[in-house]
Nanobody, 129 residues
Framework: QVQLVESGGGLVQAGGSLRLSCAAS????????MGWFRQAPGKEREFVAA????????FYADSVKGRFTISRDNAKNTIYLQMNNLKPEDAAVYYC??????????????????????WGQGTQVIVYS
């Protein structure tokens, strides 16, 4: 069992930055590929970014590419989402997710909610213009 706890959300002006963190419990953190998703009110949860167990492979939604950076520190059992140049449309609850394998199952599979076994409780990001 893995427990995920997100932090770092808050209120930020458009154009500003935030860094989200997701701390994971368990001794086998390096066995998990990880991802970030978000859900705005009235919308479905959507893929934001993903990272392989080693951190060598990263993947992004087109809407955040070039503005967001996903990273991980396996020594701290933590992944991060650095969000720069935030836009009002980035406002959402952001969720951290863990896949209970090192690799994703196939091409673009990291975008699917079903790829992940564990989810955090979410952290809210509000962007005002």
């Amino acid at each position: 069992q893995v427990q995920l706890v997100e932090s770092g959300g808050g209120l930020v002006q458009a154009g500003g930055s935030l860094r989200l963190s997701c701390a994971a419990s368990g001794r086998t953190f390096t066995s998990y590929a990880m991802g970030w998703f978000r859900q705005a009110p009235g919308k479905e949860r959507e893929f934001v970014a993903a990272i392989s167990w080693s951190g060598l492979s990263t993947f992004y939604a087109d809407s955040v590419k070039g503005r967001f950076t996903i990273s991980r520190d396996n020594a701290k059992n933590t992944i991060y989402l650095q969000m720069n140049n935030l836009k009002p449309e980035d406002a959402a609850v952001y969720y951290c997710a863990a896949r209970n394998q090192k690799y994703f199952s196939g091409s673009n599979s990291y975008r699917r909610l079903s790829e992940y076994a564990y989810w955090g409780q979410g952290t809210q990001v509000i962007v005002y213009s």
